[in-house]
Nanobody, 116 residues
Framework: QVQLVESGGGLVQAGGSLRLSCAAS????????MGWFRQAPGKQREEVAT???????HYADHMKGRVAISRDNAGNMVYLQMNSLKPEDTAVYYC??????????WGQGTQVTVSS
């Protein structure tokens, strides 16, 4: 199992930027990829970005061009740089680790609030 702890959320004005961090511990070697999801009130959790162990990235259309996902060389930190934030980006952002043999581990989430 992998434990994930997010940080970096907060309140930002529209057009601003935030950088989220996620620290992974535990069975790091079992991770195949890491990513970020978000969930706004009353909505389903949706993908934001994913990065594989090989550095291949995937971005959801709704944030493409405004976010960048990265990992450190050790593979136990993943970051999400978010720019040009909009009020509709307000949500709880969750870090996830995709296990090599199936399933995901999740962090507790970090709140991002974008004011207009």
């Amino acid at each position: 199992q992998v434990q994930l702890v997010e940080s970096g959320g907060g309140l930002v004005q529209a057009g601003g930027s935030l950088r989220l961090s996620c620290a992974a511990s535990g069975s790091i070697s079992s991770i195949n990829a890491m990513g970020w999801f978000r969930q706004a009130p009353g909505k389903q959790r949706e993908e934001v970005a994913t990065i594989t162990n090989g550095g291949i990235t995937h971005y959801a259309d709704h944030m493409k061009g405004r976010v960048a996902i990265s990992r450190d060389n050790a593979g136990n930190m993943v970051y999400l740089q978010m720019n040009s934030l909009k009020p509709e980006d307000t949500a709880v952002y969750y870090c996830t680790a995709y296990r090599k043999y199936g399933g995901n581990d999740w962090g507790q989430g970090t709140q991002v609030t974008v004011s207009s």
